[in-house]
């Protein structure tokens, strides 16, 4: 992380910075720099990303709360420096609640909801098989023909990471194996992956599967005629007035407009060539539009909870069959834990509501998205993820929800128009 003097960052306009931002010694949740609104009645949801942020020393975070469909808070946490040409500083810039964060899997529940939309237009059918849709060949393993949509985007499509390795993320391998250079295509990857067998027998147990839901960004390109991209906000971000959110690239000097910096103690060769030059991992160590459909997006917070009121009810972009399906217990039915997989979403029954959730993360980059009752949903966005001798990051979601039990008046104002 850059070390700069407090002087120097006051003189740029950023105001009072924590140690944490400087790469010094952990801040105080107090020395946070804020932007956006937090009311007074939600302080203790500020406080905890405040105090997580510090823990963690993490210099860029937002958070964003809705309440029955208006949003309540907007806040960003920290600052942000953008490169020159030369690699220098060009500016210093407060983390704002409409900066833009790549948010890894939150990307799924997009990326269903764009399928359940082909679906409800007639268009694509659930039970469609994936060899038939995409014109790929079962010779290595006949069971390629039991993979259908839903069974993708129910992650029950088949393949085990943790038995022959998550196939987007085996940039170095497709390319020796293929004999083709790097940077890699989805093709190279559909191509190698088609080429194996399948490591269980598809619809027999849920094992989450990043490689499925890129074939399923494949199949609305195949079936919609148009780019991934573009079919998600033609369809599905337009119609409800959100126009920030695109797919990410993977270099710093690609970043977009308002897009932070992301920070992480790793480091890979690249994949952006043959080189074999070693990079830091969160720029370059992976190929960020190969994880469009599955990973690749770029967001704010209040994006991601505006995007979620569609699945409130029926509305423009789905209609209430639509949301159902999504919500829908699997073939499998429900683990342990009382939970499931849907089309995008982790699911749980409690009285009288479905509780979704999910959470993403990569090199530089860690996600929450949560709804829950009583018509609270909330975004956390963070530009590191969990790392060794890193304090645990899973304990964002009981701390989110235990000052979401101790709110006792929701503030009434709805801050949506401030941002759209």
Same mark, same amino acid.
């Given at each position: 992380?850059?070390?700069?003097?407090?002087?120097?960052?006051?003189?740029?306009?950023?105001?009072?910075?924590?140690? =944490?931002?400087?790469?010094?010694?952990?801040?105080?949740?107090?020395?946070?720099?804020?932007?956006?609104?937090?009311?007074?009645?939600?302080? #203790?949801?500020?406080?905890?990303?405040?105090?997580?942020?510090?823990?963690?020393?993490?210099?860029?975070?937002?958070?964003?709360?809705?309440?029955?469909?208006?949003?309540?808070?907007?806040?960003?946490?920290?600052?942000?420096?953008?490169?020159?040409?030369?690699?220098?500083?060009?500016?210093?810039?407060?983390?704002?609640?409409?900066?833009?964060?790549?948010?890894?899997? =939150?990307?799924?529940?997009?990326?269903?909801?764009?399928?359940?939309?082909?679906? &409800?237009?007639?268009?694509?059918?659930?039970?469609?098989?994936?060899?038939?849709?995409? #014109?790929?060949?079962?010779?290595?393993?006949?069971?390629?023909?039991?993979?259908?949509?839903?069974?993708?985007?129910?992650?029950?499509?088949?393949?085990?990471?943790?038995?022959?390795?998550?196939?987007?993320?085996?940039?170095?391998?497709?390319?020796?194996?293929?004999?083709?250079?790097?940077?890699?295509?989805?093709?190279?990857?559909?191509?190698?992956?088609?080429?194996?067998?399948?490591?269980?027998?598809?619809?027999?147990?849920?094992? %989450?599967?990043?490689?499925?839901?890129?074939?399923?960004?494949?199949?609305?390109?195949?079936?919609?005629?148009?780019?991934?991209?573009?079919?998600?906000?033609?369809?599905?971000?337009?119609?409800?007035?959100?126009?920030?959110?695109?797919?990410?690239?993977? =270099?710093?000097?690609?970043?977009?407009?308002?897009?932070?910096?992301?920070?992480? &103690?790793?480091?890979?060769?690249?994949?952006?060539?043959?080189?074999?030059?070693?990079?830091?991992? &969160?720029?370059?160590?992976?190929?960020?539009?190969? &994880?469009?459909?599955?990973?690749?997006?770029?967001?704010?917070?209040?994006?991601?909870?505006?995007?979620?009121?569609?699945?409130?009810?029926? #509305?423009?972009?789905?209609?209430?069959?639509?949301?159902?399906?999504?919500?829908?217990?699997?073939?499998?039915?429900?683990?342990?834990?009382?939970?499931?997989?849907?089309?995008?979403?982790?699911?749980?029954?409690?009285?009288?509501?479905?509780?979704?959730?999910?959470?993403?993360?990569?090199?530089?980059?860690?996600?929450?998205?949560?709804?829950?009752?009583?018509?609270?949903? %909330?975004?956390?966005?963070?530009?590191?993820?969990?790392?060794?001798?890193?304090?645990?990051?899973?304990?964002?979601?009981?701390?989110?929800?235990?000052?979401?039990?101790?709110?006792?008046?929701?503030?009434?104002?709805?801050?949506?128009?401030? %941002?759209?």
């Amino acid at each position: 992380m850059t070390t700069l003097s407090r002087r120097s960052l006051l003189k740029a306009g950023v105001g009072a910075v924590p140690a =944490l931002a400087l790469g010094a010694a952990p801040a105080r949740a107090a020395d946070v720099l804020v932007s956006g609104v937090a009311p007074a009645a939600l302080a #203790g949801l500020d406080q905890v990303m405040k105090t997580y942020v510090a823990e963690r020393d993490i210099s860029c975070a937002q958070l964003a709360v809705v309440k029955n469909g208006k949003i309540v808070l907007a806040r960003g946490y920290g600052y942000y420096t953008r490169p020159t040409t030369t690699g220098g500083t060009a500016f210093l810039a407060r983390v704002q609640p409409t900066s833009l964060f790549r948010i890894a899997s =939150l990307s799924k529940h997009i990326t269903a909801t764009a399928v359940m939309r082909l679906v &409800q237009d007639g268009k694509l059918s659930l039970s469609a098989p994936v060899t038939t849709l995409l #014109g790929l060949s079962a010779t290595a393993d006949s069971r390629l023909k039991n993979v259908t949509v839903l069974r993708l985007m129910q992650h029950l499509g088949g393949w085990d990471r943790d038995v022959s390795k998550d196939q987007l993320w085996l940039d170095h391998t497709i390319s020796a194996s293929l004999g083709v250079p790097l940077p890699i295509s989805h093709a190279d990857i559909i191509k190698y992956a088609t080429g194996r067998p399948l490591d269980f027998q598809p619809g027999s147990k849920m094992v %989450y599967s990043n490689y499925g839901y890129t074939l399923l960004g494949r199949i609305i390109e195949k079936v919609s005629g148009m780019s991934y991209e573009a079919y998600v906000k033609q369809k599905l971000l337009t119609p409800i007035g959100i126009s920030r959110m695109r797919l990410g690239l993977s =270099l710093r000097t690609e970043a977009a407009a308002g897009e932070v910096t992301y920070y992480s &103690q790793y480091t890979n060769k690249t994949v952006m060539d043959g080189s074999g030059t070693v990079v830091p991992y &969160q720029y370059g160590g992976f190929n960020m539009p190969n &994880q469009d459909a599955n990973g690749g997006w770029l967001a704010s917070a209040v994006d991601l909870v505006k995007f979620s009121t569609v699945f409130d009810a029926a #509305g423009k972009v789905l209609n209430a069959a639509s949301i159902a399906t999504m919500f829908a217990k699997p073939e499998i039915g429900i683990s342990d834990d009382g939970s499931w997989y849907g089309c995008g979403w982790y699911v749980r029954q409690v009285p009288g509501h479905l509780n979704t959730w999910h959470a993403g993360g990569m090199p530089g980059t860690y996600t929450y998205l949560a709804r829950i009752q009583n018509g609270v949903t %909330y975004a956390a966005l963070f530009n590191r993820r969990e790392e060794s001798g890193t304090p645990d990051y899973d304990v964002l979601s009981p701390r989110m929800n235990e000052a979401i039990g101790k709110v006792t008046t929701w503030p009434t104002t709805d801050l949506t128009s401030k %941002y759209f």
